[in-house]
């Protein structure tokens, strides 16, 4: 995953799905992955060092902002969905809200990606990342999706998030087949191997 260098510093966080506390609510689908995390100032793409200002490879990645509808928005929360080859979903469910996120919450402010797969709100909110605070905002797609939480304005600057989640297929789990006979013969000898060279290198070193 791709991060902005202010991700860290202003108190944003991906919550990976397995660890969401109602993780058990989704069933079926890929896996959403946040695969970029980044912000812009005062709605700008031009690259500087003002805190919240946009990296070189975000702009250049997202061309200068040409991916997502609106991408000047000064502070606000941008989630874009694309598919497993790196293409929008259009239509896709967004999930934004306020507050924690618990095993029955419900997004406060859900919302349906535009053309370009992506879609965004408005958000406020101040907080000071010195002191360990965080913003309030958390979004994610619908689905079994990671989550990115703590979106807000630090210290009151016009700061925006962006979130990109792609879809990753299901790892396909092989059964469990029990060994047969001539398995169990292989994993003995495999076992007396191992031995024998732990009692061989045991006498070599003395023990």
């Known amino acids: 995953m791709q991060k902005g260098r202010w991700v860290e510093q202003f108190g944003l966080k991906i919550v990976p799905f397995e660890e969401r506390p109602d993780a058990a609510r989704w069933q079926g689908g890929p896996i959403y992955r946040a695969v970029a995390v980044f912000t812009t100032r005062d709605g700008s793409w031009e690259v500087s060092d003002t805190p919240g200002g946009i990296d070189q490879w975000a702009k250049d990645a997202y061309w200068s902002g040409a991916k997502f509808d609106g991408a000047g928005g000064d502070h606000n929360f941008f989630i874009?969905?694309?598919?497993?080859?790196g293409q929008p979903i259009p239509g896709k469910g967004l999930l934004f809200w306020q507050?924690?996120?618990?095993?029955?919450?419900?997004?406060?402010?859900?919302?349906?990606?535009?053309?370009?797969?992506?879609?965004?709100?408005?958000?406020?909110?101040?907080?000071?990342?010195?002191?360990?605070?965080?913003?309030?905002?958390?979004?994610?797609?619908?689905?079994?999706?990671?989550?990115?939480?703590?979106v807000g304005m630090p210290a009151n600057w016009h700061v925006s998030s962006f979130l990109v989640l792609q879809a990753v297929a299901a790892p396909v789990v092989p059964p469990v087949i029990p060994p047969g006979p001539g398995d169990t013969a292989a994993i003995l000898l495999a076992i007396a191997d191992v031995a024998e060279q732990v009692r061989r290198l045991s006498k070599h070193l003395g023990l």
Request: glycine share 14%; aromatic share 6%; net charge negative.
């Open 99 to 150: 507050g924690a996120m618990t095993a029955d919450f419900k997004p406060s402010d859900p919302r349906t990606a535009k053309q370009d797969g992506s879609e965004n709100i408005p958000v406020f909110g101040s907080y000071v990342p010195e002191r360990g605070e965080h913003g309030s905002w958390s979004g994610a797609v619908l689905g079994k999706s990671d989550v990115l939480v703590g």
């Open 80 to 85: 874009l969905a694309l598919d497993e080859a």
